[in-house]
Every structure is written in C-alpha cells, then in structure tokens.
C-alpha cells in the first residue's frame, strides 16, 4: 500500500496568514492526489484534485502542487472559518490511502 | 441540489450484521464510481470500498475483505455496504462519496467531491 506521510501533524496561525501543508507518498503517484477540509462532526469537503485543481466553488486562496511523491497545500490570508483538519489522499493505485491529517489551530 | 444521504447504522454486538445505505439525488447516480469511507473517533479517514458505475470492478480495504460488500442499485440511485462479522475496531462514522464518471465512453474525475453527512456504527458488547 502507499502511505501518506503529511507534515506538520499541527500547526498553529493567525487570521491573515499564509500556510503551506506538506503530503509525500511513499513511491511516486502522478498528479493522483487530492486535498480535503474537515471540521468537527462535518463531512470532510473536497478542496483540490489531480494536485493542482480546484474543486468547483473552493475560493482560490486554496493552491496546491507538487507531482510525483512530494505535495503541497498552500492556504492564503487565513480566515476563521480555514480552521480545520486538512488530509491528502491518493489515487493512482488500490487501495486508496489518506495522510494522517494536519489540524490547523488558531494562534 | 447533489447529495448523498447516508443510514442503517446503530448499535450492534461483536459477530453481528449491519447494512449501510446511501441514497443518491441531484446527479445521474448510474453514471458514477462510489466509495465508502469511514472515520473511527478521534482518528483519520480510512477508504472501504469502491464500486464502479456498472458494478463491474468492486475493491476492498484488508481490513474489511472477507466481511463487507459493497453493492448498489442503479434503479434506485442508492448504494449499499453490508457489513459482516463486526469487530470493535469497525467502530466509525461511515461516508458515503462520489468518484470518477463514466458516460458515453468518456471518463471524468473530479476528486471524491460530493460526500454524505455520514453514519455512525458502534459495535459494542
């Protein structure tokens, strides 16, 4: 199976800030990756596929990047309704496997 | 509106038997791949299963092979997980989400991008 490594596991920040979210696979999976929010006893939200696109009606503050095996979330000027848990997920190959998570805290 | 709504969980004993159902609307369900996804408390998600839009292709998680199976119904826009031999550690909230679509030979994917609100099974003594 492919695991997905997500660094930092928290993160700590302040409205108006700039965050960047990192996902490594453990071999190389394409652009097959995607981002999602999740808030507390919430349904997670898609924000991004294939690596670098944006999910219909998600503001563009929302960036991702990366190919291969290492990935990128970036969150610009951070609003109060951002604060989450943040998961990679890969699907180039069965079975799916997600990242452990990033929650991302207000300072 | 396209949304996925998610029911059949509750209570059970270790050993005993659950059927999930997702009911589909506000999209052409008997085009889409499916999956279920599920979240332990406090934990992260962890993928089921996937059926595609024919049922012709079905995977599963290790930890559920053997116990699960998926299925779905195209008539009535609805999918379902019957579940099986339920251990302590099938304890979850179990989504429901949309995959890739396949229509008139052509295949789309935009992510796991509609998800349900998610049901709760408890197997407890």
């Known amino acids: 199976d492919i695991q997905m490594t997500q660094s930092p596991s928290s993160l700590s920040a302040s409205v108006g800030d700039r965050v960047t979210i990192t996902c490594r696979a453990s071999?190389?999976?394409?652009?097959?990756l995607a981002w999602f929010q999740q808030k507390p006893g919430k349904a997670p939200k898609s924000l991004i596929y294939?690596?670098?696109s944006l999910q219909s009606g998600v503001p563009s503050k929302f960036s991702g990047s990366g190919s291969g095996t290492d990935f990128t979330l970036t969150i610009s000027s951070l609003q109060p309704e951002d604060f989450a848990t943040y998961y990679c997920q890969q699907y180039n190959t069965y079975p799916i496997t997600f990242g452990q998570g990033t929650r991302l805290e207000i300072k | 509106e396209v949304q996925l709504v998610e029911s059949g969980g509750g209570l059970v004993q270790p050993g005993g038997s659950l059927r999930l159902s997702c009911a589909a609307s506000g999209f052409t369900f008997s085009t889409y791949s499916l999956n279920w996804v599920r979240q332990a408390p406090g934990k992260g998600l962890e993928w089921v299963s996937y059926i595609s839009s024919s049922s012709s292709i079905i995977y599963y998680a290790d930890s559920v092979k053997g116990r699960f199976t998926i299925s779905r119904d195209n008539a009535k826009n609805s999918l379902y997980l019957q579940m099986n031999s339920l251990r302590d550690e099938d304890t979850a909230v179990y989504y429901c989400?949309?995959?890739?679509?396949?229509?008139?030979?052509?295949?789309?994917?935009?992510?796991?991008?509609?998800w349900g609100q998610g049901t709760t099974v408890t197997v407890s003594s």
């Open positions: 989400a949309r995959d890739s679509q396949f229509d008139r030979g052509v295949y789309y994917y935009y992510g796991l991008d509609v």
């Open positions: 071999q190389g999976i394409n652009n097959y």
């Open positions: 294939a690596a670098s």
